[in-house]
């Protein structure tokens, strides 16, 4: 088995601690989904407060797995990193399929 250097595990321990949270993984997944969005979007399709959307997409943020641009007043979100959309699309898949098998 092929060693991983400390930095790299140090840095997916961040972003698996920080995905670890039910409301961080529903953002991170539907940003992963729909590409990028606004904090009063994900408010509303989350159905929590601006201030909580806040708080989770601090932490998304340290943890470099969701990156924002302000245009205007607004600030979008989106995915970082080509790794985390490749990890983030096997949560997807995986979270279907359990879904899937729950209906049989």
């Given at each position: 088995?092929?060693?991983?250097?400390?930095?790299?595990?140090?840095?997916?321990?961040?972003i698996?601690?920080?995905?670890?949270?039910?409301?961080r993984?529903?953002?991170?997944?539907?940003?992963?989904?729909?590409?990028?969005?606004?904090?009063?979007t994900?408010?509303?399709?989350?159905?929590?407060?601006?201030?909580?959307?806040?708080?989770?997409?601090?932490?998304?943020?340290?943890?470099?797995?969701?990156?924002?641009?302000?245009?205007?007043?607004?600030?979008?979100?989106?995915?970082?990193?080509e790794?985390?959309?490749?990890?983030?699309?096997?949560?997807?898949?995986?979270?279907?399929?359990?879904?899937?098998?729950?209906?049989t």
């Amino acid at each position: 088995m092929r060693a991983m250097n400390t930095l790299n595990i140090e840095e997916y321990t961040k972003i698996f601690a920080a995905l670890g949270h039910p409301i961080r993984l529903n953002i991170a997944c539907g940003l992963y989904r729909n590409g990028k969005c606004n904090v009063n979007t994900m408010s509303e399709r989350l159905n929590i407060s601006q201030a909580l959307v806040s708080q989770h997409v601090k932490i998304l943020r340290e943890a470099k797995i969701i990156e924002g641009k302000r245009e205007g007043n607004i600030i979008w979100y989106s995915i970082c990193s080509e790794y985390t959309k490749k990890l983030l699309e096997c949560v997807e898949l995986n979270l279907c399929c359990c879904h899937q098998d729950n209906k049989t």
